[in-house]
């Protein structure tokens, strides 16, 4: 296969890869989004003489990630990935959210060149800095011929960007691709691939509002043990226009908490039900009175109940 262009850009926008702790032995209390990803990337010699061109986008925590984030990265990475010289994208983030951006990414962008992202379990000073070998293994993966669509790398694995998903809180290895599984492996600057590249049709920027005051709010509730309505009521008071619930096992919902969805989907408020358990997705015996998200988990649900609404608004 012939070989992509070499021009890689890296969009900053903060997490635990560009954090700083005032003791290298503090793993846990340290500040996000502290440098820059110039510097993260002039930190390691073996891409000194590689063509990168480096655009600071945010310096967030990703715990805060937004809309207006979201919006400026993903018309960043479009206009980028149009310029014939620009092989791949890499995107330096949070480990909190990176699986809501890279679903994001991948739904509106679903690009045919590789869009990377990365992040870190440990800070930038940490004695176990895992930041600079995952930006280098992202430099692997956005350099090989013939990748394509959001992924995100950590701990030398990649996966698929409608596939992550975080399952430890401290480990160094935190996500995970559910029942898909790992997208491939970075070893010593290879590429082992076990599956297909993300692809799909992309629902493009043009139907994203420039005035994310203008994105859909939808929220998430979940179904429990002595669950009531009252959230549900709230949020439809509020003026939601989606809700999302996280249900128990195979899609069951508690009758109260059912009961008040159901009148706030026939008040017009849109409902996705998805499952709250760590594995698999909704099987529906009969069809179902409240629609099911498959195999999404709630915050991809989410992203996809929104640009739903949007698609909807724009038809
Ligand atoms: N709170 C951090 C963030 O998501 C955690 C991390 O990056 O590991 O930005």
């Given at each position: 296969m012939q070989s992509p262009p070499s021009l890689v850009v890296v969009l900053g926008t903060g997490g635990t890869?560009?954090?700083?702790?005032?003791?290298?032995?503090?793993?846990?209390?340290?500040?996000?989004?502290?440098?820059?990803?110039?510097?993260?990337?002039?930190?390691i010699p073996a891409l000194a003489r590689q063509p990168i061109e480096v655009e600071q986008i945010a310096q967030v925590d990703s715990k805060d990630m937004g809309f207006a984030v979201?919006?400026?990265?993903?018309?960043?990475?479009?206009?980028?990935?149009?310029?014939p010289e620009v092989g791949a994208i890499v995107v330096t983030h949070g480990t909190d959210t990176a699986e809501e951006t890279a679903y994001f990414l991948q739904r509106v962008l679903a690009p045919s060149k590789p869009v990377v992202l990365v992040a870190a379990m440990r800070p930038s000073t940490s004695l176990q800095?895992?930041?600079?070998?995952?930006?280098?293994?992202?430099?692997?993966?956005?350099?090989?011929?013939?990748?394509?669509?959001?992924?995100?790398?950590?701990?030398?694995?990649v996966h698929g960007g409608l596939d992550l998903r975080?399952?430890?809180?401290?480990?160094?290895?935190?996500?995970?691709?559910?029942?898909?599984?790992?997208?491939?492996?970075?070893?010593?600057?290879?590429?082992?691939?076990?599956?297909?590249?993300?692809?799909?049709?992309?629902?493009?920027?043009a139907r994203l509002p420039r005035d994310v005051a203008q994105w859909p709010v939808v929220e998430i509730v979940t179904s429990h043990s002595e669950s009531r309505g009252v959230l549900v009521r709230a949020l439809r008071d509020a003026g939601v226009h989606g809700i999302v619930v996280a249900a128990t096992g195979n899609g069951s919902l508690h009758h109260a908490l059912e009961a008040a969805l159901v009148d706030a989907q026939a008040a017009g408020?849109?409902?996705?039900?998805?499952?709250r358990t760590l594995g698999g997705g909704l099987i529906d015996a009969v069809p179902p009175v409240l629609p099911s998200a498959g195999a999404l988990t709630p915050v991809q649900a989410r992203i996809e109940l929104m640009l739903q609404l949007l698609a909807k608004r724009a038809a």
């Open positions: 890869i560009a954090g700083t702790a005032a003791h290298a032995g503090d793993n846990v209390g340290y500040s996000a989004a502290q440098i820059g990803a110039a510097q993260l990337l002039a930190a979201w919006r400026a990265l993903a018309a960043a990475a479009e206009r980028h990935l149009a310029r800095a895992d930041g600079p070998q995952n930006l280098l293994d992202a430099m692997t993966v956005a350099r090989e011929p013939g990748a394509r669509g959001v992924v995100v790398v950590l701990a030398g694995q975080k399952v430890h809180t401290y480990r160094l290895d935190a996500f995970g691709s559910g029942d898909a599984g790992v997208l491939a492996q970075v070893e010593e600057g290879r590429l082992r691939r076990h599956r297909d590249w993300p692809a799909g049709v992309a629902m493009g920027l408020v849109a409902v996705l039900r998805c499952t």
